[in-house]
T-cell receptor, first 115, second 115 residues
Framework: DGGITQSPKYLFRKEGQNVTLSCEQNLNHDAMYWYRQDPGQGLRLIYYSQIVNDFQKGDIAEGYSVSREKKESFPLTVTSAQKNPTAFYLC??????????????FGDGTRLSIL | QQQVKQSPQSLIVQKGGISIINCAYENTAFDYFPWYQQFPGKGPALLIAIRPDVSEKKEGRFTISFNKSAKQFSLHIMDSQPGDSATYFCAAGKAGGTSYGKLTFGQGTILTVHP
């Protein structure tokens, strides 16, 4: 079955530690996205990538980093510079077909907590 | 100008009733308006979407109404069922440029349908 796989489902971070969240898709989608979800605040865009080896900052990129070395993979690193990392992190992907925006498909998220 | 404002924050409806969730946007460049449904511990799933060339779109019990001049759109759930109890997000996106494919999400509405 095609879809988006996020791992791990739960992750704990110690003070000063960097952690990496995995996102893999087998939908052959060009674009991939990372969102952060906090209660009552909807989904906020962290980073997005429209093609391999290219990515752009979203609205809340500070304290996060990404890479896009393969079409199917878009890992997110939560660095120690992110002082409030506790949240539900969601990865999404979409095809890129001009001219209209295409639907985004989401994984089932990783819940990150501070130890 | 990128904000999407969603209301109400929470909604309680009796089984068989109509659930209505509203969203308003500022950026007239938005040209894609999806609604997502999210169950606890899961990622959002696309429910229905509309583009501004139509004023209404219906899929089963779900209808989007779109008012371009008022910059508002709404989700109507007819004959609401307990299984519809979830968090609903509206979003808006625009094609073209470096913002291609980006979605701006509303804050979410927690819907509870009582049996």
């Amino acid at each position: 079955d095609g879809g988006i796989t996020q791992s791990p489902k739960y992750l704990f971070r110690k003070e000063g530690q960097n952690v990496t969240l995995s996102c893999e898709q087998n939908l052959n989608h060009d674009a991939m996205y990372w969102y952060r979800q906090d209660p009552g605040q909807g989904l906020r865009l962290i980073y997005y990538s429209q093609i391999v080896n290219d990515f752009q900052k979203g609205d809340i990129a500070e304290g996060y980093s990404v890479s896009r070395e393969k079409k199917e993979s878009f890992p997110l690193t939560v660095t120690s510079a992110q002082k409030n990392p506790t949240a539900f992190y969601l990865c999404a992907s979409s095809i890129r077909r001009e001219p209209g925006v295409q639907p985004q498909h989401f994984g089932d998220g990783t819940r990150l907590s501070i130890l | 100008q990128q904000q999407v404002k969603q209301s109400p924050q929470s909604l309680i409806v009796q089984k068989g009733g109509i659930s209505i969730i509203n969203c308003a946007y500022e950026n007239t460049a938005f040209d894609y308006f999806p609604w997502y449904q999210q169950f606890p511990g899961k990622g959002p799933a696309l429910l229905i979407a509309i583009r501004p060339d139509v004023s209404e779109k219906k899929e089963g019990r779900f209808t989007i109404s779109f008012n371009k001049s008022a910059k508002q759109f709404s989700l109507h759930i007819m004959d609401s069922q307990p299984g519809d109890s979830a968090t609903y997000f509206c979003a808006a996106g625009k094609a073209g440029g470096t913002s291609y494919g980006k979605l701006t999400f509303g804050q979410g509405t927690i819907l509870t349908v009582h049996p």
